[in-house]
Nanobody, 127 residues
Framework: QVQLVESGGSSVQAGGSLRVSCEASRFIYNLHCMAWFRQAPGKEREVVGTIDPAGKTTYVDSVKGRFTISQDNDKITLNLQMNSLKPEDTAMYYC?????????????????????WGQGTQVTVTS
């Protein structure tokens, strides 16, 4: 069992930056596919980006060049650095984890494939 706890959500002006984090209950990142999702009011939850056990990241087109997923050296904290924020980035942000298995391609996982979820942290971007 893995518990995930997000933090760092806040209100920020458009063009600003914010970093949200996801702390795991134990060392997992070299054994799991990890992802950040977001859900805006009235919209479906969508993937923001993924990171595989080797540290390779992928991002949805709408955040490429603005958002960066990274892991702290302690390997229990996953970060999402968000720059050049836009009002359309306003959403609840969730981290998710799924144990990695041989042959698994993390970017191909759908929302329903992730076993562990955090409770979310709210990001609001004002214009």
């Amino acid at each position: 069992q893995v518990q995930l706890v997000e933090s760092g959500g806040s209100s920020v002006q458009a063009g600003g930056s914010l970093r949200v984090s996801c702390e795991a209950s134990r060392f997992i990142y070299n054994l799991h596919c990890m992802a950040w999702f977001r859900q805006a009011p009235g919209k479906e939850r969508e993937v923001v980006g993924t990171i595989d056990p080797a540290g390779k990241t992928t991002y949805v087109d709408s955040v490429k060049g603005r958002f960066t997923i990274s892991q702290d050296n302690d390997k229990i904290t996953l970060n999402l650095q968000m720059n050049s924020l836009k009002p359309e980035d306003t959403a609840m942000y969730y981290c998710a984890a799924e144990p990695h298995r041989k042959g698994m391609y993390c970017p191909a996982l759908r929302q329903r494939d992730f076993r562990y979820w955090g409770q979310g942290t709210q990001v609001t971007v004002t214009s």
